[in-house]
């Protein structure tokens, strides 16, 4: 089975905080994905990478960078966190095949608090 | 970028219904297109998906049909059952640019099957 892992279930940070928030995948996956997903706004991507050191930008990358040093690991580092940023935060991976994307395997999530 | 579009936000049947949700994208590089199932306080898993060189797929009581011409895709669950009920998101992916493996979902359909 894919897992992908999410360090932190829930998470508390005060405004203007470093936040990182960490996710592993244990599949040898190119891609690897953020995403954040708020009532009636569905799933946003933040940023996704599809190779070591490689991102590129998603739809909402403002305030938000990436880093991914290793192959299995992607975290999503919040420069310095606000209020708007409380949300619930998805990380994702999946493999390349020849024709391009495959299944997209999503970790637990992080629900993030900015107070 | 892709933009992908998706209606309605929320369905309501009763058992034994079918249940389609549609979903447009604007770029014409996509050339794979899955659905997740999200059920409360869980993560998004795929249902099915299909790819731009296929028209329609099946699974069971769940199909999947696309038109690359006009740019829709769209969800069929027939015979729905309480279990059903979740939030659905349809999601485009592709090569962009020099890089891989984009994945922009729309904002989620509230499926509730009534018994």
């Known amino acids: 089975d894919v897992k992908v892992t999410q360090s932190s279930r829930y998470l508390v940070k005060r405004t203007g905080e470093k936040v990182f928030l960490e996710c592993v995948q244990d599949?040898?996956?190119?891609?690897m994905f953020w995403y954040r997903q708020d009532p009636g706004l569905g799933l946003r991507l933040i940023y996704f990478?599809?190779?070591?050191?490689?991102?590129e930008k998603g739809d909402i990358p403002e305030g938000y960078s990436v880093s991914r040093e290793k192959k299995e690991r992607f975290s999503l580092i919040l420069e310095s966190a606000s209020t708007n940023q409380t949300s619930m935060y998805l990380c994702?991976?999946?493999?390349?095949?020849?024709?391009?994307?495959?299944?997209?395997?999503f970790g637990q999530g992080t629900r993030l608090t900015v107070v | 970028g892709e933009n992908v579009e998706q209606h309605p936000s929320t369905l309501s049947v009763q058992e034994g219904d079918s249940a389609v949700i549609k979903c447009t994208y604007s770029?014409?590089?996509?050339?794979?297109f899955p659905w997740y199932k999200q059920e409360l306080g869980k993560r998004p898993q795929l249902i099915i998906d299909?790819?731009?060189?296929?028209g329609e797929k099946k699974d069971q009581r769940i199909a999947v049909t696309l038109n690359k011409t006009a740019k829709h895709f769209s969800l069929h669950i027939t015979e729905t059952q309480p279990e059903d009920s979740a939030v659905y998101f349809c999601?485009?992916?592709?090569?962009?640019?020099?890089?891989?493996?984009?994945?922009?979902f729309g904002k989620g359909t509230k499926l509730s099957v009534k018994p």
């Open positions: 994702a991976s999946s493999l390349v095949l020849g024709g391009g994307n495959t299944e997209a395997f």
């Open positions: 599949m040898d996956h190119e891609n």
């Open positions: 990478s599809y190779d070591v050191k490689m991102k």
């Open positions: 770029d014409s590089a996509s050339n794979y």
């Open positions: 299909i790819r731009s060189n296929v």
């Open positions: 999601a485009a992916g592709g090569y962009y640019g020099g890089s891989q493996g984009n994945l922009i």
